[in-house]
Nanobody, 113 residues
Framework: QVQFVESGGGLVQPGGSLRLSCAAS???????MGWYRQAPGKRREWLAR???????LYSSSVKGRFAISRDNAKNAVHLQMSSLKPEDTAVYYC????????WGQGTQVTVSS
């Protein structure tokens, strides 16, 4: 069982940027990985995925603003977020795509002036 620790969240003004990181406790180099978020009172939402070969896919809500990347040598996945909007406020998580591992604690992103 792989565990995840997300970091890099915080308070940012609308239009600002943040870079989130996800550290995995085990080998994820052969897994497709994704970023997800959950806003208060809403269901967890898929945002972006990156295959083990590096192919990327984004949801329509973040396409063009967020960029996912991975560092297999460090078992890490990152999410570069720009042009942030108040509706991006949520707790952000990473996990394997498809068959999930246990969810980490996530990292809080708050977009507010």
């Amino acid at each position: 069982q792989v565990q995840f620790v997300e970091s890099g969240g915080g308070l940012v003004q609308p239009g600002g940027s943040l870079r989130l990181s996800c550290a995995a406790s085990g080998n994820i180099s052969n897994s497709d990985m994704g970023w997800y978020r959950q806003a208060p009172g809403k269901r967890r939402e898929w945002l972006a995925r990156i295959s083990w070969t590096g192919a990327k896919l984004y949801s329509s809500s973040v396409k063009g603003r967020f960029a996912i990347s991975r560092d297999n040598a460090k078992n890490a996945v990152h999410l570069q977020m720009s042009s942030l909007k108040p509706e991006d406020t949520a707790v952000y998580y990473c996990n394997r795509v498809g068959e999930f591992y246990s969810w980490g604690q996530g990292t809080q992103v708050t977009v507010s002036s």
